[in-house]
């Protein structure tokens, strides 16, 4: 599946289901950010954050993330990185469509994430989905190196993985990355001590916690979040 193809075809089920797209994108957001103000001080809570949602994939998804940052601050400035222009411009069309939504504050940046063309110590909360297993163990160092540089001395990562932890959850996590290989899409497999390992290298203090909607807990999905040691509470 090429990536036009990928993106069509997800941008279109997204839509389709933008309801519940939304229900569980805002708890998954809300969950984040509370993990986060457990460790250090909000980010958020700066008269002027700096945000990245690094990589896209569909307008619904910048759509609920500024929704729920400029909810959290609406004085937040958000930089919605991807490598590819169609998710950009279909976010920048939704997004300067919607009236609750402050286009003004929202930027659209094509790159890679190895090489963000934002300074250094500029960027309060890093947040993306998924990404990581599209990464390969090479550059998942040199990306997780590149959020460490852009990210301010008191500021955050929000991320999700798949991390199965028992036999079960391995089982089902291979079985979902066969039906993804089927879509000529390739992954890469990570596990919770090579992670906590590549965040350690970049001076970065990393936790991975429980996955939860409600009171069900995932035992394939995990949350991921990191920050400089120098701002634990």
């Not at 919605?80 to 504050?105: V, W």
């Not at 500021?155 to 932890?165: E, K, Q, S, V, Y």
């Amino acid at each position: 599946m090429g990536c036009g193809l990928f993106y069509t075809v997800y941008e279109k089920w997204t839509k389709r289901f933008k309801y519940l797209y939304e229900l569980v994108y805002r708890a998954i957001y809300k969950r984040a950010i509370y993990l986060v103000r457990e460790r250090i001080n909000d980010p958020l809570s700066k008269e002027i954050p700096h945000v990245i949602l690094c990589g896209t994939a569909t307008s619904e998804t910048s759509k609920n993330f500024a929704r729920f940052i400029h909810g959290e601050n609406n004085k937040s400035i958000i930089n919605i990185l991807d490598l590819n222009s169609q998710p950009l411009e279909a976010s920048r069309i939704k997004l300067q469509a919607d009236e609750t939504i402050d286009s003004s504050k929202i930027m659209y940046i094509k790159c890679n994430a190895l090489k963000i063309p934002i300074a250094d110590n500029s960027i309060d909360l890093i947040d993306t989905d998924y990404l990581m297993e599209f990464i390969s163990p090479k550059n998942k160092q040199h990306l997780i190196k590149e959020w460490a540089r852009v990210l301010s001395e008191d500021g955050a990562i929000t991320t999700r993985m798949f991390l199965p932890d028992n036999i079960i959850s391995r089982s089902i996590n291979n079985m979902r990355r066969t039906i993804v290989k089927h879509g000529k899409i390739k992954t890469y497999e990570s596990t919770a001590e090579e992670m906590l390992g590549i965040f350690e290298e970049a001076g970065l203090k990393a936790n991975i916690i429980d996955f939860k909607f409600g009171r069900l807990k995932s035992h394939i999905l995990k949350h991921i979040i990191a920050y400089k040691k120098s701002s634990s509470i």
